[in-house]
C-alpha cells in the first residue's frame, strides 16, 4: 500500500502548530476535548514541534506532520504523571484493560505532553517488555506517531491505531508496530509506583518523540 508522504500536497486539514485549525478526529479517546491553544503549546514545548506541512491523507481524512527540533527531557526521575485536570495519576486510577491520556506534572519549559497510560494484566505483557516500563500492569507511551506525528487515538483490542495512516502499534509488546508505516514503537515511558501510590516516571522515554529519530 503507498501511504501519502510528508511532501504530498492535497485538501488536508490543517494543523495547530501553525496557529491553523486542528481537526478534533485527531483526538478520539477521553483528551478529545484538548483545546487549539494546549496543543499548539505542546508543540512549542514539548516537542518543539514544528510544523512543516499538512498533507492529504485520504484513508483517514486527517493529517498532521511535523519536524522535531526541540531535542530536551519530557519526563525526568519523579516527575508525577496528572490526568487532564490535573490530579495525579494513582494505582487505583485505571482498571485492567482501560488506558487515558496523561501528562507530565508542569513545570518549567513543560506544560502539556500527551501520553498514553494503559493496563494490563501483567501477565499479558510480552517477555520484551524491560523492567521498569511496566509496575502494576501500567504502561506508558508517547501519544506522538513514529510515522508522520499524528495522534494516536483508537483502540483495538491490546493495539493502538494512528487515525492518519492506520498504522498499529501492540500496547502489550513496548508498542512494536504491528501495521502500518510507521518504521519504529511509540517510544515507552519508565514508571514506577512511589510509597504514596502515585504514577511517576523514572526517567525520559527510551525514544526519539515524533517521526525520525532511530
Ligand atoms: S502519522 Fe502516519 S500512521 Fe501515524
Same mark, same amino acid.
Given at each position: 500500500?503507498?501511504?501519502?508522504?510528508?511532501? !504530498?500536497?492535497?485538501?488536508?486539514?490543517?494543523?495547530?502548530? @501553525?496557529?491553523?485549525?486542528? *481537526?478534533?478526529? =485527531?483526538? #478520539?479517546?477521553?483528551?478529545?476535548?484538548?483545546?487549539?491553544?494546549?496543543?499548539?503549546?505542546?508543540?512549542?514545548?514539548v516537542? #518543539?514541534?514544528?510544523?512543516?506541512? @499538512? =498533507?492529504?491523507?485520504?484513508?483517514?481524512?486527517?493529517?498532521?506532520?511535523? %519536524?522535531?527540533s526541540y %531535542?530536551?527531557?519530557?519526563? *525526568?526521575?519523579?516527575?508525577?504523571?496528572? !490526568? +487532564?485536570?490535573?490530579?495525579?495519576?494513582?494505582?487505583?486510577?485505571?482498571a485492567?484493560?482501560?488506558?487515558?491520556?496523561?501528562?507530565? %506534572?508542569?513545570?518549567?519549559?513543560? %506544560?502539556?505532553?500527551?501520553t498514553?497510560l494503559?493496563?494490563?494484566?501483567?501477565?499479558?505483557?510480552?517477555?520484551?517488555?524491560d523492567?521498569?516500563?511496566?509496575?502494576?500492569?501500567?504502561?506508558?507511551? *508517547?501519544?506522538?506517531?513514529?510515522?508522520?506525528?499524528? =495522534?494516536?487515538?483508537?483502540?483495538?483490542?491490546?493495539?493502538?491505531?494512528?487515525?492518519?495512516?492506520?498504522?498499529?502499534?501492540?500496547?502489550?509488546?513496548?508498542?512494536?508496530?504491528t501495521?502500518?508505516?510507521?518504521?519504529?514503537?511509540?517510544?515507552?515511558?519508565?514508571?514506577? =509506583?512511589?510509597?504514596?501510590?502515585?504514577?511517576?516516571?523514572? #526517567?525520559?522515554f527510551?525514544?526519539?518523540?515524533?517521526?525520525?529519530? +532511530?
Open positions: 500500500m503507498d501511504y501519502p508522504k510528508p511532501d !504530498d500536497d492535497g485538501d488536508s486539514e490543517s494543523c495547530s502548530c @501553525s496557529g491553523q485549525a486542528v *481537526s478534533p478526529s =485527531l483526538y #478520539g479517546d477521553a483528551r478529545a476535548e484538548i483545546r487549539r491553544r494546549d496543543f499548539a503549546k505542546f508543540l512549542a514545548t516537542g #518543539g514541534l514544528t510544523a512543516v506541512a @499538512s =498533507l492529504s491523507a485520504p484513508l483517514a481524512s486527517t493529517t498532521q506532520v511535523f %519536524e522535531r %531535542e530536551g527531557p519530557i519526563y *525526568s526521575d519523579g516527575v508525577a504523571l496528572i !490526568d +487532564e485536570n490535573g490530579d495525579r495519576v494513582t494505582e487505583t486510577t485505571l485492567e484493560g482501560e488506558h487515558m491520556t496523561v501528562f507530565p %506534572e508542569p513545570r518549567p519549559g513543560i %506544560e502539556d505532553a500527551p498514553l494503559v493496563r494490563f494484566a501483567e501477565s499479558d505483557y510480552s517477555d520484551a517488555i523492567e521498569g516500563f511496566v509496575v502494576s500492569g501500567y504502561a506508558a507511551f *508517547s501519544k506522538i506517531c513514529t510515522h508522520a506525528g499524528c =495522534l494516536v487515538a483508537e483502540r483495538e483490542g491490546n493495539e493502538i491505531v494512528c487515525p492518519c495512516h492506520f498504522g498499529k502499534f501492540d500496547m502489550t509488546d513496548g508498542a512494536a508496530v501495521g502500518g508505516p510507521p518504521g519504529r514503537p511509540l517510544p515507552q515511558l519508565p514508571i514506577t =509506583l512511589t510509597s504514596a501510590g502515585e504514577l511517576v516516571a523514572t #526517567g525520559d527510551d525514544g526519539a518523540i515524533g517521526p525520525g529519530g +532511530e
